[in-house]
């Protein structure tokens, strides 16, 4: 294996950062728009439901997926029809938005649409760690392709007058048909051989739960599913913020923190050679703190600063959590591992935290709007809380054994 990675030609080291850049874009022409979207369709209602539809497939999907992708199938495939799987559901979910179908019909499509798309994320990674010398060295620059795919997809909805509009959704189903076709061009990454026997909890990922027996693996799941509470918080009410202080083109002014996560991951191989796990992803919080304490302070500069911070809380904790998993897990389980932390933070983390913020938001709300000052506070709190729990429970030293198994120490 470690001959085949040596010999991984800028040709095929091209195509993986062309996956993430075309990736990103389709994600970023759903995800950021879909709060304007719905609100501008009268379907303000479900809007908390629908950004926790993706949640609901966090706890169903990626185990599955993951566990296909580590046993059964060649990742790339499994990529490929998921691919093709998300274009048809996001273009249905965008239809019924259009032509105003029964708000819970809309809110049933774009749960298919979760499922669809909840394990791509994590195959792709898979797919692109397979391939790389240096995981430490060379993800962060391809990774950041896809920050640079998720700016130029919001870009092209703003440039289309398209932030309120279901464009943005036919938009992404076609650029996630490009994807789709483009695993063509993709090398192949074949699975492990199966054994003989492969029970029910195996073949449903939840084997995977293992990689929990260890402290330290334990404490990077646990934080990073706590910090997607807050986080929840961020694009569905970042933009209607923006807005009511005056900035429209809402989806182009979240792109700011995309430019910042561009530099972080472009830094990050530097950091993870230089500083401790602990402290990148220590500083990744604090970042998160600050993010929110500015938007709390409720003016556009403030507000834009705490965007523009989105990029590097984002990159430091979410990012190196990946490579984590990579260094620290074992070949055969790298899939499932990365799967299991889309379930914990996608999941778990997703899912009370639309729930939970929404309840935040709504209980900050008056006839006269919304009290922003003290409902940003409320999420910076949280984050500090976080801060506190991993600084106390992370004890990880040193470099990883040779052995990485599930239950490896670190």
């Known amino acids: 294996m470690q001959a085949e990675r040596r010999a991984l030609p800028w040709v095929e080291y091209t195509e993986l950062t062309a996956l993430f850049l075309i990736q990103g874009a389709a994600m970023g022409m759903w995800v950021v728009p879909l709060s304007t979207v719905l609100d501008a369709h009268g379907l303000h209602a479900i809007k908390a439901y629908a950004f926790a539809s993706t949640a609901v497939a ?3 999907s990626p185990l599955f997926f993951g566990a296909m992708a580590d046993r059964h199938a060649s990742p790339v495939k499994v990529l490929r029809w998921l691919s093709l799987a998300t274009a048809a559901a996001m273009a249905l979910a965008s239809t019924a938005i259009q032509l105003g179908w029964n708000p819970w019909l809309v809110l049933a499509l774009i749960q298919l649409h979760a499922l669809c798309t909840a394990p791509t994320w994590g195959i792709a990674s898979t797919i692109v760690f397979s391939r790389l010398r240096d995981a430490k060295r060379e993800f962060g620059p391809i990774r950041a392709m896809a920050t640079l795919g998720w700016m130029g997809g919001c870009w092209m909805v703003s440039a289309l ?4 509009s279901p464009r ?3 938009n992404g189903a076609v650029t996630w048909l490009v994807v789709a076709g483009f695993t063509y061009l993709l090398p192949s990454v074949e699975p492990p051989k199966a054994t003989s026997h492969v029970s029910l909890r195996e073949r449903l990922g939840l084997d995977a739960l293992a990689l929990l027996k260890n402290p330290d693996h334990r404490v990077v799941f646990i934080t990073v599913a706590l910090f997607n509470i807050p986080l929840a918080a961020f694009y569905p009410y970042t933009p209607p913020h923006l807005k009511e202080l005056g900035l429209t083109h809402t989806t182009a002014w979240m792109t700011l923190g995309q430019v910042t996560e561009v530099f972080a991951m472009l830094s990050l191989a530097r950091l993870l050679t230089s500083w ?8 990744g919080l604090l970042c998160g703190v600050l993010r929110y304490a500015l938007c709390a302070l409720n003016g556009k500069l403030w507000i834009l600063l705490g965007v523009t911070l989105h990029g590097c809380s984002f990159t430091l904790v979410y990012i190196t959590a990946q490579i984590y998993l990579d260094d620290r897990i074992d070949v055969a389980w790298r899939a499932r591992a990365q799967a299991l932390m889309s379930l914990l933070s996608s999941g778990v983390g997703n899912l009370v935290g639309f729930l939970g913020v929404g309840w935040w938001f709504g209980a ?7 009290n922003w ?4 506070t409320g999420i910076a709190a949280m984050v500090t809380a976080v801060l506190a729990y991993f600084l106390i429970a992370y004890h990880g030293r040193g470099k990883p054994p040779e052995s990485k198994g599930p239950e490896s120490s670190t």
């Open 161 to 164: 007058n398209a932030d309120t």
């Open 373 to 376: 000052p003290v409902f940003w």
């Open 276 to 283: 401790r796990i602990k402290w990148i992803l220590a500083t």
């Open 58 to 60: 966090a706890f169903v």
């Open 168 to 170: 943005a959704g036919f």
């Open 364 to 370: 900050n709300a008056s006839p006269r709007g919304e």
